[in-house]
């Protein structure tokens, strides 16, 4: 039902000055039941067109919303007919089918943050976790809001009943709040830089499309001053590990009982070749491009040549997302690579090293289902918790206690960090390096600035030089 009132009364045109005297701008205040509105204008003229209106709609005897405190005729005045659950569930169906699994977890993220800025009232209302459950598993989320039940189904009507309209966003305080409590963690503190930036984004492509709906005449995020955080792409050096901590790992690895073995190829990929975890995951064994062997002379076996590269080619990644967020109900989704086209295929090359443990992995253990290079003990799809269970504990073996402590490898990713760093630092052009990375130069360098060793004594040295022929 629209909130509105006839008690209007309008006044004249303010100009605003500045300390020199000079007009800026020219604001037209008003009331509405009792609460003082005001718009700013850079023109007279458009002060004067807006006041004009005001009056006119007041002296015909027009109702007046008391969320935007303008005619309910005008078209702005239509948001007060969609609630803020009701349009958030909307953006969900509408970003849907184009985003990845990954893509519509974010997006439920961000709106579950978001939506408690945005509640009526508190008569009824479920327990909290309840209703975070609720809001991020079943009401963003275009699968399975319909298929609720039981405590669920109550929290979800009980939300369909309890959210302020989309436009109370026309108050500068109201955008504030969503935007505070889209970025909040549930302990009161401030969310990660990358969450923060993450659900300020989505927010305000939301209120794009409530723009677009026409609920709101702008977009209120776009005009709030908000001091954006500082953020840093950047590598940290101390994740990343040299060679000799990477064979160490790699043996710690395959020491491990049951998967040790099966499960050293997988990481030496990330580490000899750069493939990001989701890419090594959903490798095929056509993926990989040997080069022939030849024989030994002297024993007569077939061997690897001494400088014999071999290559990997592949066009998708599986990253995992979990059975509610994928179309199919699989726990990963197979995507084109990131940042690229459906096609695009990425050429990575293979060292001899890693020839030689991809052929004795083969070997032994030969293609799974669906020709999938690695896979589980059972023969399934080789779960998360098992690689990073293995290499939580290949880090406690082959580390010291003080580089254990450290952020010396301790994630899976920190691997292809490891292999980009050395790329780099070998004095491969950074467009080759970008190409084999599936990275733009610029966020190349942007990511591996601080992992180019030697830079600064080669710059001294060539300044040197330079002075000395002066």
């Not at 504030?176 to 009161?188: N, V, W």
């Not at 995951?281 to 590269?309: C, H, K, S, Y």
């Not at 292809?416 to 080759?432: D, E, I, K, M, Y």
Request: charged letters at 25%.
């Amino acid at each position: 039902m629209i909130n509105a009132t006839y008690d209007v009364r309008v006044y004249k045109i303010e100009r605003r000055k500045n300390k020199s005297g000079k007009v800026t701008s020219y604001r037209v205040p008003w009331q509405t039941a009792g609460k003082l509105r005001k718009a700013s204008f850079p023109k007279e003229a458009q002060a004067d067109a807006y006041r004009s209106s005001l009056l006119i709609a007041a002296r015909n005897g027009e109702p007046f919303s008391t969320l935007t405190g303008e005619p309910v005729s005008w078209s702005r005045a239509a948001a007060v007919e969609m609630s803020w659950y009701g349009f958030a569930c909307k953006f969900v169906d509408m970003k849907w089918k184009a985003s990845s699994a990954n893509y519509r977890q974010d997006i439920a993220r961000a709106l579950a943050a978001a939506t408690p800025a945005m509640f009526a009232g508190d008569r009824g209302r479920p327990d909290g976790k309840q209703l975070r459950h609720a809001l991020k598993r079943w009401a963003f989320n275009t699968k399975q809001r319909d298929e609720a039940t039981g405590e669920t189904a109550a929290a979800l009507r009980w939300l369909a009943a309890n959210t302020k309209p989309v436009s109370a966003l026309t108050e500068a305080q109201a955008v504030r709040d969503l935007l505070e409590a889209a970025t909040t963690r549930l302990d009161g503190k401030r969310s990660a830089t990358s969450t923060i930036l993450r659900h300020k984004t989505i927010l305000q492509n939301a209120l794009d499309y409530a723009v677009e709906l026409k609920l709101l005449e702008r977009n209120p995020i776009k005009e709030l001053k908000w001091k954006r955080p500082r953020t840093s792409s950047e590598v940290d050096r101390r994740s990343v590990v040299n060679h000799a901590q990477a064979r160490a790992l790699l043996a710690a690895v395959a020491a491990q009982e049951p998967s040790g073995q099966r499960l050293r190829a997988f990481f030496a990929v990330m580490y000899y070749a750069g493939l990001r975890p989701e890419e090594a995951v959903n490798l095929r064994a056509f993926n990989v491009i040997l080069p022939p062997q030849v024989e030994n002379p002297e024993t007569g076996r077939m061997e690897e040549p001494a400088d014999g590269w071999g290559e990997l080619s592949f066009a998708e990644a599986a990253p995992f997302a979990g059975r509610e967020w994928t179309d199919d109900g699989a726990l990963r989704e197979v995507r084109p690579l990131k940042h690229r086209p459906d096609g695009h295929t990425r050429t990575v090359p293979c060292p001899p090293e890693l020839v030689r443990i991809l052929r004795d992995h083969l070997a032994e253990f030969g293609d799974g289902p669906g020709g999938r290079l690695f896979y589980g003990v059972q023969g399934g799809e080789l779960p998360t918790i098992t690689y990073r269970r293995a290499w939580i504990a290949a880090r406690a073996e082959a580390l010291t206690a003080s580089e254990a402590a450290s952020p010396l490898a301790r994630r899976v990713y920190d691997l292809r960090h490891a292999c980009v760093s050395t790329w780099l630092n070998a004095g491969v052009p950074a467009t080759q390096v970008a190409q084999w990375a599936g990275h733009s130069v610029e966020v190349l360098l942007r990511i591996y600035a601080k992992c180019i060793a030697g830079q600064d004594e080669t710059a001294r040295r060539r300044i040197t030089d330079a002075l000395r022929e002066t």
